[in-house]
C-alpha cells in the first residue's frame, strides 16, 4: 500500500471513530546518514510536507549518526518546513 493510500485508510479511520485525522502522529523511520545533512533534510523535507511525517527514526545504534540527526539534520528539516508553512 503506497503513502497516499495508506494515509487515507488511516484518515478514514480517524473520523469514523470520531478523531480528528490532523492529531495523528506520523513517524518514520530512515536509514543511516550518508552525505551532507543538507541532503537529509532536502530528501525528508516532502515527507513532512506531502505525507504529514512528524517524527523520523533512526535506525541503527550509531551513535554519530544518532546525533547528527538530532544535531543538525533535525534543526534543518524544522527550518524548511516553517519557510514554506510561513
Known amino acids: 500500500m503506497g503513502w497516499g493510500r495508506g494515509n487515507r485508510v488511516i484518515d478514514e479511520a480517524a473520523e469514523e471513530s470520531g478523531r480528528d485525522p490532523r ?43 544518532m546525533q547528527r540527526l538530532a544535531d543538525e539534520v533535525a534543526p534543518e528539516l524544522r527550518s524548511r518546513v516553517a519557510s514554506v508553512r510561513g
Open 23 to 65: 492529531s495523528i502522529r506520523w513517524l518514520l523511520n530512515i536509514g543511516v546518514l550518508e552525505g551532507q545533512s543538507s541532503r537529509w533534510a532536502e530528501q525528508l523535507l516532502p515527507m513532512a510536507l506531502e505525507h504529514g511525517v512528524s517524527t523520523f527514526i533512526s535506525m541503527g545504534d550509531d551513535p554519530v549518526a
